[in-house]
């Protein structure tokens, strides 16, 4: 890969974007948590249920 078409298009890219405002910021951490939220909650629920599962034997 060429090294100028490299650097030009890391230059594209930056100028391209931009910062999030303050409701976009917040929409995306809200979704970012409920993400989070949502893998421990379905974690949670299978140690859950294998822990009911050998608590009988």
Same mark, same amino acid.
């Given at each position: 890969?060429?090294?100028?078409?490299?650097?030009?298009?890391? #230059?594209?890219?930056?100028?391209?974007?931009?910062?999030?405002?303050?409701?976009?910021? @917040?929409?995306? !951490?809200?979704? #970012?948590?409920?993400?989070?939220?949502?893998?421990?909650?379905?974690?949670?629920?299978? @140690?859950?249920? !294998?822990?009911?599962?050998?608590?009988?034997?």
């Amino acid at each position: 890969m060429n090294p100028r078409q490299t650097l030009r298009n890391m #230059v594209n890219t930056m100028k391209m974007a931009k910062k999030p405002d303050r409701d976009e910021y @917040q929409q995306h !951490f809200r979704l #970012v948590m409920l993400g989070i939220a949502g893998v421990g909650a379905i974690g949670f629920i299978i @140690q859950f249920v !294998f822990s009911v599962i050998t608590f009988g034997r």
